[in-house]
């Protein structure tokens, strides 16, 4: 399904009637889940997959919350359009404010990156008969292996990229940013075509679609990116943006809807 929103295979009816069976058999307190209950364990022969009958540990797959599908989740969210759930799912996969947004979650090491989110069952056993505490926080949950070296430059990717919109190419760039309501005035430090720039947010009610950028006090045109659920990003010419830009500060206003 988040895979299918990302890439733009789904018709907006289609997209939005995904994210809702998500959002109501997938999502638990500690972020999107891969199933909605756990596998039986059985023992013996196997009838499904080896990890998720064999395993007698309840954690990464086996546990269902994932955090490099959950991210994925988060990208889908971007694409979508949903900007206080992408922030929601990039807050709940941050060790250092997990606790805040998840209020059973243990303590855990601030500068590790985590596999996965475990419900702290005892047994398979117990999982499979008391899972709904996953939803309800009847059930504390603590961070998978602390080290995990394939999901950070997608956590990287979606705050730069998705959240803040800013893609680069050797042509183009690309404004495309979803950002909620609550941070209108964020800015962002970063360089662009060699340049320090300040990237300064003015969030509409939306959070998507940018109606203006303002580099500098003045206007730059752009070219309008096409996206099936909502309004796409806004494509600038960087020989344009090159124009204006000066070798010492440079503030880029970002106008959304």
């Known amino acids: 399904m988040i895979h299918a929103i990302t890439n733009g295979m789904l018709t907006p009816e289609q997209a939005r009637a995904h994210v809702e069976h998500i959002r109501t058999n997938l999502m638990a307190l500690d972020g999107a889940r891969m199933f909605d209950r756990p596998f039986s364990y059985h023992g013996g022969p196997q009838r499904y997959f080896q990890r998720a009958e064999s395993s007698t540990y309840f954690g990464r797959e086996i546990g269902l919350m994932y955090t490099h599908a959950h991210l994925r989740y988060a990208e889908a969210m971007a694409r979508y359009g949903d900007a206080d759930a992408l922030f929601l799912a990039l807050r709940q996969a941050n060790p250092c404010s997990a606790r805040s947004v998840v209020a059973a979650a243990r303590l855990r090491q601030a500068n590790c990156y985590y596999s996965s989110s475990d419900a702290l069952f005892a047994d398979r056993y117990e999982a499979l008969s008391d899972y709904e505490k996953v939803k309800t926080g009847g059930i504390a949950f603590e961070g998978g292996w602390r080290v995990y070296s394939s999901g950070a430059g997608i956590a990287v990717h979606l705050i730069h990229d998705c959240m803040l919109g800013i893609r680069k190419s050797v042509s183009t760039l690309v404004v495309d940013p979803v950002i909620p309501k609550a941070l209108d005035g964020l800015s962002a430090g970063m360089e662009l075509a060699g340049k320090p720039v ?54 880029l206003e970002v106008q959304l809807q």
């Open 198 to 251: 300040t990237v300064v947010y003015r969030v509409g009610a939306t959070g998507y679609g940018p109606t203006a950028l303002i580099l500098n006090g003045t206007a730059l045109p752009f070219e309008r990116e096409a996206n099936p659920y909502r309004t796409g990003g806004a494509a600038v010419s960087m020989e344009a943006l090159g124009r204006l830009l000066t070798g010492a500060a440079n503030t």
